[in-house]
């Protein structure tokens, strides 16, 4: 799956979020502390739901928790580097949802980090498991790829 993963197009994301990288964003080796590129994928993920979902993430009857998470990194990313960040859905269930993010820097077409989470979606005060509302599940199923590229 990794090499997969390294050669997947730019084409592969329905949806882009630019980042621009900042000095902090680098650890003590010149490169992007690991821990930065989950704030990537929680980042574009939720810029994707609040504005093509309608999530508000303080007032919405439910809300995503994440469940499990993974990272493949392919080549290093530095400060001051301009990322487009990648998501599509890789999976789409009545209560979760599982996202792919690919991180591209700014002109170069493989990424140099794919990674991705699941959601579950929860009701926001007793936290147990709630159906996918209709107007997420529209924007996510948008994010599906062809069922002959999974």
């Known amino acids: 799956m990794g090499e997969e993963l390294r050669t997947r197009a730019r084409a592969a994301y329905p949806f882009f979020l630019s980042y621009r990288t900042r000095w902090i964003d680098n650890d003590q080796y010149g490169h ?20 093509r979902a309608g999530l508000d993430p303080s007032s919405s009857p439910s809300i995503a928790l994440v469940v499990s998470s993974f990272s493949h990194f392919f080549s290093p ?8 960040l990648g998501l599509r859905v890789t999976k789409l269930g009545s209560s979760s949802v599982t996202y792919e993010i690919a991180v591209f820097e700014e002109h170069v077409h493989t990424p140099s980090a794919v990674g991705g989470y699941t959601h579950v979606f929860v009701d926001r005060h007793t936290r147990k498991s709630t159906p996918i509302g209709p107007d997420a599940r529209t924007a996510l199923q948008a994010l599906l790829p062809a069922p002959s590229k999974l």
Do not use: K
Request: hydrophobic share 50%; charged share 5%; no cysteine.
């Open 32 to 51: 992007l502390n690991n821990a930065v590129y989950y704030h990537l994928y929680d980042s574009v993920t939720n810029a994707f739901l609040i504005e």
């Open 77 to 84: 990313l530095s400060f001051p580097a301009v990322l487009n």
